[in-house]
């Protein structure tokens, strides 16, 4: 069992930055690939970024490429998600998730655990 806590969210200004951190507790989080997905008001669940177990390789969506940055700390049990250059249609709910295996995936069904999410709301 992993327990994740997405933290870092908030109300900013388009242009702004953010940095969203998901602490993991329970079994050791180096053992999980992670992934950030995000849900919009009115949208369904998607894809942002995913990282290796080892932290060595990423995937991201092609809509956030070059703006955010997901990195972790297997030492802290924490992964980042870095977030510049806010855009207002990056207003959603921020979610962390874990999935057993060295790789990241982009598909939802592939992650075995999900945090509660955290908001981020960009004002124009």
């Known amino acids: 069992q992993v327990q994740l806590v997405e933290s870092g969210g908030g109300l900013v200004q388009a242009g702004d930055s953010l940095r969203l951190s998901c602490a993991a507790s329970g079994r050791t989080a180096s053992s999980y690939a992670m992934g950030w997905f995000r849900q919009a008001p009115g949208k369904e669940r998607e894809f942002v970024a995913t990282i290796s177990r080892s932290g060595g390789i990423t995937d991201y969506a092609d809509s956030v490429k070059g703006r955010f940055t997901i990195s972790r700390d297997n030492a802290k049990n924490t992964v980042y998600l870095q977030i510049d250059s806010l855009k207002p249609e990056d207003t959603a709910v921020y979610y962390c998730?874990?999935?057993?295996?060295?790789?990241?995936?982009?598909?939802?069904?592939?992650?075995?655990?999900w945090g509660q999410g955290t908001q981020v709301t960009v004002s124009s």
């Open positions: 998730a874990v999935r057993q295996g060295f790789f990241g995936a982009r598909s939802e069904s592939e992650y075995d655990y």
